[in-house]
């Protein structure tokens, strides 16, 4: 059975099963690692990707429900010469220690910033609450965010 859908704004149409998980797909057939494996319980927020422009788990997240719609990866965010100014500020304030957490957490911090382009600290403590990182790095990547929605902003 083949699936078809817009992934990072371009039009995807494999052998895919449909009741696989959107997360087994990309990393699998479609070739993309940036979406991590986490808990594969929708509980660390590393597979977080966006689905119409709306954050969502893609571990548990069946491929078959994304037909037709748009998918946005953290590959699809920006690139290595242009990144997306939320990648650009993480990569400034080197808020990645080991990364693993990060694509998950672009993500989310790309969906806060279409919904409040101004968040507080407060505001950006709450929206990633559900992003597990375990290196110690949530001090630079608030401040990064903080820096990515000032430069937004402006």
Do not use: K, Y
Request: a negative charge; aromatic letters at 2%; proline letters at 6%.
């Amino acid at each position: 059975m083949s699936v078809a859908f817009i992934l990072n704004g371009a039009e995807v149409s494999a052998p895919i099963e449909p009741e696989a998980s959107l997360l087994a797909e990309l990393r699998g057939p479609l070739g993309l690692s940036g979406t991590r494996f986490g808990c594969g319980a929708e509980q660390c927020g590393a597979c977080l990707v966006l689905v119409d422009d709306v954050p969502r788990t893609a571990c548990t997240l069946p491929v078959g429900d994304v037909a037709g719609r748009r998918v946005v990866t953290v590959e699809g965010l920006g690139t290595a010469e242009v990144p997306h100014p939320v990648q650009r500020a993480l990569l400034d304030h080197q808020a990645g220690q080991c990364g693993f957490c990060l694509s998950g957490i672009q993500i989310r911090a790309v969906a806060v910033l279409r919904d409040n382009p101004r968040p507080s600290e407060e505001e950006w403590r709450e929206a990633l609450a559900p992003h597990l990182c375990r290196c110690g790095s949530h001090n630079r990547i608030l401040r990064a965010l903080m820096q990515a929605a000032a430069e937004m902003a402006a």
